[in-house]
């Protein structure tokens, strides 16, 4: 396990589209994945897709579980679908911006379909926080950031002023 450097806004790999990932069962998949677990984890993210890391493949991780005990899942491949038409603002950060917070509107419910690391479908829903997380981190491979999402930019800020002017930090 390592853990790997964090591209940071301005870094082309964060504008590019990623490749599907053609073997997920590959030991190379695997290695990456358990690396961006542990880089997340290290940077108590929530969330990391794989360019992110420097890698343009169609991967992310995800944390679950409680804040005391998490977990790591990974998605490859993965598809999103709104399953209907509300949306939600809340704020969001990322691990490629750091000390910044902004407000993004996102589908409150989403279905998702994936690959696991045994090459398994994977079939789910998901709203509230997940449905958010899925949706960042799969914009990520598809060469979108949060900034671009946000019809407001005066409710992007940095967490220290947003958290001392009464904005709510997450
Ligand atoms: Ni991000």
């Given at each position: 396990?390592?853990?790997?450097k964090i591209a940071r806004l301005g870094h082309p790999v964060l504008l590019a589209r990623a490749a599907r990932v053609e073997d997920p069962t590959a030991p190379e998949i695997a290695r990456l994945v358990s690396d961006m677990a542990e880089t997340m984890l290290d940077a108590s993210g929530l969330g990391l897709a794989a360019p992110q890391v420097h890698v343009p493949l169609r991967i992310f991780v995800f944390r679950q579980g409680s804040e005391d005990a998490p977990t790591v899942a990974a998605l490859i491949n993965p598809e999103l679908v709104p399953l209907d038409d509300e949306t939600e603002t809340g704020w969001?950060?990322?691990?490629?911006i750091p000390?910044?917070?902004?407000?993004v509107p996102r589908a409150r419910r989403i279905g998702f379909r994936a690959?696991?690391?045994?090459?398994?479908?994977?079939?789910g829903e998901a709203d509230g926080l997940t449905a958010r997380v899925f949706?960042?981190?799969?914009?990520h491979l598809d060469g979108i950031v949060y900034p671009m999402r946000m019809p407001d930019l005066s409710r992007l800020g940095f967490v220290e002023e947003l958290t001392r002017f009464g904005a709510t930090s997450r």
């Open positions: 396990m390592a853990i790997l969001e950060g990322c691990l490629s000390g910044l917070r902004g407000a690959l696991d690391l045994q090459g398994r479908e994977l079939e949706q960042h981190e799969t914009d």
